[in-house]
T-cell receptor
C-alpha cells in the first residue's frame, strides 16, 4: 500500500551496529505498529503507538526501541543488531471505526533485514 | 497459553474449486476476527472482518464463518483462480485494547 512507506526496503548490517528503520504514512491514522515476520512464526508485534505521546511494548520488544516523531512517522531502532534479528519487518497503521473495536491494519511493503 | 493455529502445510487446489482455510484459536475471546492476504515479499492486505455476533460474512467470492463455540473461523474462496494463490493470515482482536494477534498463515496454491 503506497499510503504506508518503509525505508530502506533491504538492509544488510553487521552484528553490533545500530540501525534505524523508518515508516511514514499518509493515511492520517493515529495508530502505528511495528511487526517482524519470521518463517513459521508469523507476524509478531514489537511496538505500537496509539498516538504521538503513546508508546507501548509488544510481545517481543527486547533489543528494539521506537520513536514516534509525528503522527505520520514511526521509527524502529536496533541499538546493537544481532543475527537473530534477521527478519522481515513491517510497519502498519490503523484507524478504529466509530464505536471502536474494528482494527483493520494497513501494512507497508516491508524491510528485509539481514544481520551478519 | 493463547494460541492461533492455521494449517502450516500448503493447500493445493484445482482452479474453479472452493478453497477452505481454517483458523483455530485457544484461550482467546476475540470480539472480532480478520483475514488478510499476503503475497511474497509484500505486506498483508486486509480482506474481511467478522464480529463475534456474526456467523457469516461474504464479499464477492470470499466467505468467512466464525464459530465462537468451536473457536474456529473458516475462510472460503469459491471458484478459485490462480491469482488467488497467496498466503492467508487470520488475526484476532486480543486483550481488549484493540490490537490484533496474527496466525502464521496458510499458503494457498491454485493450480490451473
Amino acid at each position: 500500500d503506497a499510503d504506508v512507506t518503509q525505508t530502506p526496503r533491504n538492509r544488510i548490517t553487521k552484528t553490533g551496529k545500530r540501525i534505524m528503520l523508518e515508516c511514514s504514512q499518509t493515511k492520517g491514522h493515529d495508530r502505528m505498529y511495528w511487526y517482524r515476520q519470521d518463517p513459521g512464526l508469523g507476524l509478531r508485534l514489537i511496538y505500537y503507538s496509539f498516538d504521538v505521546k503513546d508508546i507501548n511494548k509488544g510481545e517481543i520488544s527486547d533489543g528494539y526501541s521506537v520513536s514516534r516523531q509525528a503522527q505520520a512517522k514511526f521509527s524502529l531502532s536496533l541499538e546493537s543488531a544481532i543475527p537473530n534479528q534477521t527478519a522481515l519487518y513491517f510497519c502498519a497503521t490503523s484507524d478504529p471505526a466509530s464505536g471502536g473495536y474494528q482494527e483493520t491494519q494497513y501494512f507497508g511493503p516491508g524491510t528485509r533485514l539481514l544481520v551478519l | 497459553s493463547q494460541k492461533i493455529e492455521q494449517n502450516s502445510e500448503a493447500l493445493n487446489i484445482q482452479e474453479g474449486k472452493t478453497a477452505t482455510l481454517t483458523c483455530n484459536y485457544t484461550n482467546y475471546s476475540p470480539a472480532y476476527l480478520q483475514w488478510y492476504r499476503q503475497d511474497p515479499g509484500r505486506g498483508p492486505v486486509f480482506l474481511l472482518l467478522i464480529r463475534e455476533n456474526e456467523k457469516e460474512k461474504r464479499k464477492e467470492r470470499l466467505k468467512v464463518t466464525f464459530d465462537t463455540t468451536l473457536k474456529q473461523s473458516l475462510f472460503h474462496i469459491t471458484a478459485s483462480q490462480p491469482a488467488d494463490s497467496a498466503t492467508y493470515l487470520c488475526a484476532l482482536e486480543a486483550g481488549g485494547y484493540q490490537k490484533v494477534t496474527f496466525g502464521t498463515g496458510t499458503k494457498l496454491q491454485v493450480i490451473p
